[in-house]
């Protein structure tokens, strides 16, 4: 009696069938990468470039950090923090004892400037006052931004107070150098 199927051939191993056996088993080539090999050469050349691209753009994300931390370490780096410290503390020191010196500051200030014998032409002596008035509310208004910098513990917002403050004393004492300049 026949049966229905054909008969099936021997198999039969072929050389480079036993040769990536061999090297799967060694450890030299992966299973992945035997597949790869046995289905397409295009299908694993096509993987391979895959897996450099990804290796590369980690690579790549990598360098990109290290560049942002190289030009963020003046700001972070323990060693340049210390000494924008350290100048920080002397100016509050500074400041500190003006402020405390507050009381004559302020009385030297609302004293009346015209029974003093002043090198400023009469004409002047309004803006004189003005300024008197200014340079007043400017040490009430640093007197309130210290005790609110005093409160804050961040050092990023001391900063820019105190650059604030700064400007506008840099820009009061312009003001009054122009109007003391300025000739009718």
Not at 32 to 41: G, I, K, L, N, Y
Not at 119 to 138: D, G, I, K, N, W
Not at 145 to 156: C, D, L, P, W
């Amino acid at each position: 009696m026949m049966s229905e199927f054909p008969a099936v051939p021997p198999v039969t191993v072929v050389s480079s069938a036993t040769l990536l056996s061999k090297s799967v088993s060694s450890g030299e080539v992966s299973q992945d990468e035997r597949e790869a090999a046995v289905f397409s050469p295009e299908f694993y050349e096509a993987a391979r470039h895959i897996k450099m691209r990804k290796e590369l753009t980690k690579l790549e994300l990598e360098v990109e950090l290290l560049k942002e931390e190289k030009k963020n370490a003046d700001v972070t780096h323990p060693f340049y923090l210390a000494g924008r410290l350290q100048a920080l503390q002397r100016f509050c020191t500074h400041l500190r004892d003006v402020l405390k010196a507050r009381e004559l500051l302020a009385g030297q200030l609302a004293r009346p400037v015209c029974h003093e014998n002043l090198p400023v032409p009469a004409q002047l002596h309004s803006y004189v006052v003005e300024t008197t008035h200014m340079a007043m509310e400017f040490v009430e208004t640093l007197d309130e931004k210290r005790s609110t910098i005093s409160k804050s513990g961040h050092v990023a917002c001391d900063l820019d107070q105190l650059d604030s403050s700064v400007m506008q004393l840099t820009a009061q004492s312009w003001e009054v150098a122009t109007l003391a300049n300025r000739r009718p």
